[in-house]
DNA sequence: GCTAAAACATAGCACCGTTATGTATTGTTG
DNA sequence: CAACAATACATAACGGTGCTATGTTTTAGC
């Protein structure tokens, strides 16, 4: 063949298209290589669009948000570890909310799909120890309860990052994941006891990136 | 003065926009008044620039969302009120799920947050209901409880409409709701009974609109 | 070293929201 | 009723957008 494409390039376009998102400057197609080596149509050669390098972003956003909830370290009491979850997931939104925004505005395909999947995965098989250690019914469905504490998250996160609720709102997410947690058969001062201890609120103020 | 506004224009848009929006034709300043007899301009008199239209637009989707659930016919069991309560919320999401989109995307600056506010007011009083027959505890916050639902209710909505989620994966309001509310204080058994009088799953079928 | 294909650079396209400018319309007022 | 003034309307243009067409350069394989 011929002359190949560098992968460096592209890392550049998402992560300077991720800083610019963050700055709130508008990313059009010759604002996001002004500056850059690369002309317009690096981005085509690269992305195949506009679009395809939007969907390059939601994938970053994917892989960041992964990162952040693979770093929370796992702990014997995994009600625990389902609070450190979820703070993470909030506080990953907090401190990216143009990237969470794109992450889930419309357009959401397949690829981001199993992005998504991996991360719901996570969750799934925190619930699974929550089972196997008795904290919750044998008959709880593990990825029906996962999904249902995505549902929390993503609504609070949603409702916050777009404007209607304010940062302080974010405090709602232990009584609601609590109530869920209390009905999927956790004993309540047990659950309280687990919130408290995974929900580190530091994490949600500021707003510095990650 | 001199010649007037005429606000069946103003509504006419309104209305167009809205209709584009569910038959997902891209909306342009030019699309817009194409077919119509007025012109490019009549947009910028009638909401001072493009934004302005999309700002009324976002009007119209609470005002409508509004009247949606001011059509729902309260009971005297006001957890079972509760549910149609959601239950309209959500139909109402997917019956217009490109206006809700636009009702919560960035900029959520409404120019009277009357609609918004009187919805959730709604629910405010619709707990405190709930708390005066006894089936929540005195102590519980009625606006915090409120705003926890809506948190679930907009979770649910915007996963399932921007794609992450099957729309089946509306089932998982009552599960969430009832946990909630039991956490309230509500007696388990009886929470159940009024969620599935509440709830009517065939407003959530089909997409026709409202 | 030649060839062919991939990547780059430039200029241009149609379209976008917006604005400038001129014209028509209409309520007020002398 | 006529003159005015202020609003609404119509048209055309402007800068900017994503994208594409068209060369030109670079590089891998024979």
Redesign the pocket.
């Known amino acids: ?6 992968p460096a ?1 592209r890392s550049l376009l998402i992560e300077r298209a991720a800083q610019m998102l963050r700055s709130r400057e ?6 996001l290589v002004a500056g850059t ?6 981005v ?3 992305f195949g ?3 395809g390098l939007w969907k390059a972003v939601r994938q970053e956003g994917f892989t960041r948000l992964a990162a952040r909830l693979a770093n929370v370290t796992m702990t014997a009491d995994p009600v625990r570890d389902l609070a450190a979850l979820s703070v993470a997931y909030l506080s990953n939104a907090a401190a990216n909310p143009d990237l969470y925004r794109v992450m889930f505005d419309a357009g959401f395909d397949l690829e981001d799909s199993e992005a998504a999947d991996e991360t719901l995965h996570l969750l799934v098989r925190t619930v699974e120890r929550a089972k196997s250690a008795g904290r919750f019914h044998p008959e709880v469905d593990a990825l029906e309860l996962a999904t249902q504490g995505w549902v929390i998250g993503h609504g609070l996160a949603s409702l916050v990052l777009t404007g209607p609720l304010p940062r302080e709102a974010l405090a709602h997410g232990p009584p609601v994941l609590t109530a869920l947690f209390i009905s999927a058969g956790d004993e309540p001062a047990r659950c309280r006891e687990s919130m408290g201890r995974g929900w580190n609120p530091e994490c949600l103020v500021g707003s510095s990136n990650g």
Chains 1, 2 share one sequence.
């Open positions: 063949m011929v002359r190949r494409k560098d390039v508008p990313i059009t197609l010759r604002s080596d690369v002309s317009t149509m690096a085509y050669t690269y669009s506009m679009d």
